[in-house]
């Protein structure tokens, strides 16, 4: 919106409320999407270009010109992301993103990539932002093949919803997030380190005593210790 300046005679600009920014992708790239069209008798599965940006918060596909809003998954309701066996759909360069439905049910999302490094690079900045928003809800196991003709490639497993087959190796990320929270629970619970009074008797809790009543380890040889 704009208006007049009365001081100045000058026309100036006001942002609304309703004005936003709009989100910067950190990644976006074509790459080709597994659809899956359900009818009342079949189940059929095709691949199909899209063109998909990544934002810190979710992922999104449009259709190929990137014109239409084709599917989006929110960062935190995603579980794991990690490679596919190149066999189970006999394509190369294959990764999935395992993810919560509105319902709280399994949901994977498999993708296509041109070449390994841009698996890889997927992979590893979509682990990022999981381990980061996700934290120790993230999976530690997943399946490496798919849920085809009513079983699971990689372990035969009958169970559409059965955990995954396969360990999730932890990231530097996850082991940095796991650590941190670690260290934040230890110093809210943690009690109080024991100190000795100069009669060599433990300070116990709810005692009170003056600092000065107290010396540290160091002044006691080994033996007192």
């Known amino acids: 919106?704009?208006?007049?300046?009365?001081?100045?005679?000058?026309?100036?600009?006001f942002?609304?409320?309703?004005?936003?920014?709009?989100?910067?992708?950190?990644?976006h790239e074509g790459l080709i999407k597994r659809s899956v069209a359900k009818s009342m008798t079949t189940i059929k599965a095709k691949f199909q270009h899209r063109f998909f940006k990544l934002f810190e918060d979710e992922l999104t596909y449009w259709s190929?010109?990137?014109?239409?809003?084709k599917g989006s998954i929110k960062v935190s309701q995603m579980r794991a992301c990690e490679r596919v066996d190149k066999e189970t759909f006999k394509r190369p360069y294959m990764f999935q993103v395992v993810y919560l439905s509105k319902s709280d049910k399994m949901r994977t999302l498999?993708?296509?990539a041109p070449c390994f490094s841009t698996t890889k690079s997927w992979v590893e900045e979509l682990?990022?932002?999981?381990?980061?928003?996700?934290?120790?809800?993230?999976y530690t196991l997943y399946h490496k093949g798919a849920f085809l003709k009513n079983y699971w490639s990689c372990c035969k497993n009958k169970d559409k919803y059965a955990q995954g087959c396969?360990?999730?190796?932890?990231?530097?990320?996850?082991?940095?997030?796991?650590l941190s929270r670690n260290i934040s629970n230890v110093s809210a619970f943690s009690p109080r380190t024991p100190r000795r009074d100069r009669d060599g008797n433990?300070?116990?809790i709810g005692r009170s005593a003056s600092p000065a009543n107290f010396i540290s380890d160091d002044e006691y040889t080994d033996d007192e210790l």
Do not use: F, H
């Not at 942002?15 to 990644?27: A, F, N, W």
């Not at 190929?64 to 809003?69: C, I, Q, R, S, T």
């Not at 999730?168 to 796991?178: K, L, N």
């Open 202 to 204: 433990w300070d116990t």
């Open 166 to 178: 396969t360990n999730i190796p932890e990231t530097d990320e996850a082991r940095t997030v796991r």
């Open 64 to 69: 190929e010109d990137g014109k239409n809003l």
């Open 1 to 13: 919106s704009s208006g007049i300046n009365a001081e100045y005679g000058k026309c100036v600009c």
């Open 127 to 138: 682990n990022r932002l999981i381990d980061g928003v996700v934290g120790p809800e993230k």
């Open 15 to 27: 942002v609304g409320m309703s004005d936003q920014v709009p989100k910067v992708p950190i990644r």
């Open 110 to 112: 498999y993708i296509q």
